[in-house]
């Protein structure tokens, strides 16, 4: 949904709309506030308002979770080329230890993810069994 739909739809102003899209591609408040042909105060109001940093939140999120996607569409490739320079007879011993290295690293991080993944179901799974919500036992 885009900024003008948000505020046609009653959950953000135009100009919020605005300010969100600028705050989602510029990395200070001020530059946003210039983009956005607003006031630095009036991002910052903006800011203020629960609604407003909830779309924000979100949107974040789904910018962090598209980045996600597409750099592990693409990892098996980085990967492969790591592999093959650390089996390269032809590559410095430098490049050879940096590549092995990194397919190290690779397989570590790929190893804590597949962890996370695993307590996220279990957790996930407590959250269906209590029902909606969370509830604090002692």
Do not use: P
Not at 79 to 105: C, I, T, W
């Amino acid at each position: 949904m885009s900024w003008h739909d948000m505020a046609q739809n009653g959950t953000l102003s135009t100009n919020q709309g605005k300010a969100l899209a600028a705050l989602l591609v510029n990395s200070t408040i001020k530059e946003a506030a210039k983009a956005a042909g607003l006031g630095e105060r009036t991002v910052k109001r903006y800011l203020a308002d629960d609604t407003f940093r909830g779309e924000l939140r979100k949107r974040q999120q789904e910018a962090l979770a598209a980045a996600s996607a597409a750099m592990a569409g693409k990892a098996g490739d980085a990967v492969k080329v790591l592999y093959d320079m650390m089996m390269n007879a032809e590559a410095s011993d430098n490049v050879r230890v940096r590549a092995a290295l990194g397919f190290v690293q690779r397989c570590d991080t790929m190893a804590d993810f597949d962890e996370l993944a695993e307590r996220l179901d279990v957790v996930e799974e407590g959250q269906k069994t209590r029902g909606n919500g969370w509830h604090a036992t002692q």
